[in-house]
């Protein structure tokens, strides 16, 4: 069974309709002990990274997850839950994240433009192209199209760490990932039969 972490922030809603498009069984919970016990987890988040964090201690989660990742069971974080993977994130102020990879979370920098100068908007939405940078089992054959809703982005520590890219006036890391741990920046319950794919593939993953 998957789990998805209701800390009373996300898309939970719409991710567990993806799941189970993609025939995986999910259920939602908020409950330390059940989180304890799970099979595999997911961390949803939308919105503002710190109120995300917060949320996640105030309900005494944060160490719960970090004692699963840490237990090697697979946990996937989606669009900011992604972002919490990481030590922290400047979004509004200074913030600490769960630290299961190391790095932060930034904003795009001014400016950005295409290839044909382009000026390029903040937030990123729409859809882009998956380019791999390794293999990986959530991630599949890479190449493909995935929908972004984000103004800020990862940069991790390290460079091993990152499965896939996306272009958008920079590369920005799109698939992160580290043992048992995989982090998407973009929302695969928005991105058709591609993100449906990938949760199937978390869902058969034993985290190795």
């Not at 993609?22 to 099979?39: F, K, L, M, T, Y």
């Not at 997911?42 to 699963?68: T, Y």
């Not at 989606?78 to 994130?89: A, D």
């Not at 380019?131 to 940069?155: K, M, T």
Request: hydrophobic share 45%; aromatic share 6%.
């Amino acid at each position: 069974m998957t789990t998805i972490i209701d800390y009373g922030i996300g898309n939970l809603r719409s991710l567990a309709k993806a799941f189970d498009a993609a025939g995986v069984a999910v259920r939602r919970s908020g409950d330390p002990d059940e989180i304890a016990a799970a099979e595999r987890l997911v961390l949803p988040g939308v919105g503002a990274f710190g109120a995300c964090a917060g949320e996640i201690r105030a309900r005494g989660l944060d160490e719960v997850v970090r004692q699963r990742a840490a237990g090697g069971v697979p946990l996937l974080g989606v669009c900011v839950g992604m972002q919490l993977l990481f030590e922290s994130s400047d979004e509004r102020g200074r913030h600490a994240g769960l630290g299961l990879l190391p790095g932060r979370v930034t904003r795009f920098p001014a400016g950005l433009a295409d290839a044909d100068r382009q000026r390029l908007k903040v937030p990123h939405m729409g859809w882009n192209r998956l380019d791999a940078q390794r293999s990986h089992p959530v991630l599949g054959d890479g190449g493909d199209w995935v929908y972004f809703v984000h103004s800020y982005h990862a940069a991790p520590a390290r460079a091993s760490d990152v499965v896939a890219t996306t272009e958008y006036g920079i590369r920005v890391p799109a698939v992160v990932a580290r043992r048992n741990v995989v982090g998407v920046q973009f929302h695969p319950e928005k991105s058709a039969r591609a993100g449906q794919a990938m949760l199937r593939r978390f869902a058969d993953w034993n985290g190795a």
